[in-house]
């Protein structure tokens, strides 16, 4: 008699050579990305430094910041890129802010160049760019060295009660039975 559906394999058959691998070098490390730090503590220190690093004044290094920091803190990798997805927006401006915090702080003249200007002259002659505008960027990157402490701070203190106070009624809808179960005999 012919088997029209074979039965799957169970879970105690032995894997072959590429299932190992598989299993080994893909499926196992991505699924503990996805699971890693999930607890409310974690998930607040994640959108704390996300938050953070998202907002680097440098552009195009936010992903690269981001994914460095979950990997050495254990952080939560989607969650961490989720918030840096989410506050590209907000990066201009802080760009701005970062720039002007660090000229003042290291007492240096006002940077008076339009962005066409600035975006033309990085695409046309990068060294141009760096020779001119380099101590600006460090001057960004001094602005945001300052004041990311105290933003990661605050955003986790905020979203620390919050996310506890989630997982508390999160837990609690777990054990209470509902009012539709019907009883256990």
């Not at 552009?59 to 690269?64: E, H, N, P, V």
């Not at 033309?120 to 760019?129: H, I, R, T």
Request: proline share 8%; hydrophobic share 50%; net charge positive.
């Amino acid at each position: 008699m012919a088997v029209l559906f074979p039965q799957r394999p169970s879970l105690n058959d032995t894997p072959t050579p590429w299932r190992r691998f598989w299993q080994r070098r893909v499926r196992d490390p991505l699924r503990a990305q996805l699971t890693q730090g999930i607890t409310p503590r974690k998930i607040a220190l994640t959108l704390a430094i996300g938050g953070s690093c998202a907002l680097f004044p440098i552009l195009g290094t936010t992903t690269l910041l981001c994914f460095l920091a979950a990997l050495i803190l254990r952080l939560n990798q989607p969650i961490i890129h989720l918030v840096n997805q989410a506050l590209w927006p907000v990066q201009l401006s802080v760009i701005y802010f970062c720039i002007r915090l660090g000229e003042n702080l290291v007492g240096a003249e006002h940077l008076h160049s339009s962005l066409t200007h600035l975006n033309q002259l990085f695409w046309n002659d990068p060294a141009q760019f760096f020779h001119e505008f380099g101590a600006t960027l460090l001057h960004a990157i001094i602005g945001w060295v300052v004041v990311a402490p105290f933003f990661s701070m605050a955003i986790y203190w905020l979203a620390l009660p919050i996310l506890r106070g989630m997982n508390r009624l999160e837990v609690r809808s777990r054990v209470q039975p509902s009012l539709s179960d019907p009883p256990h005999a």
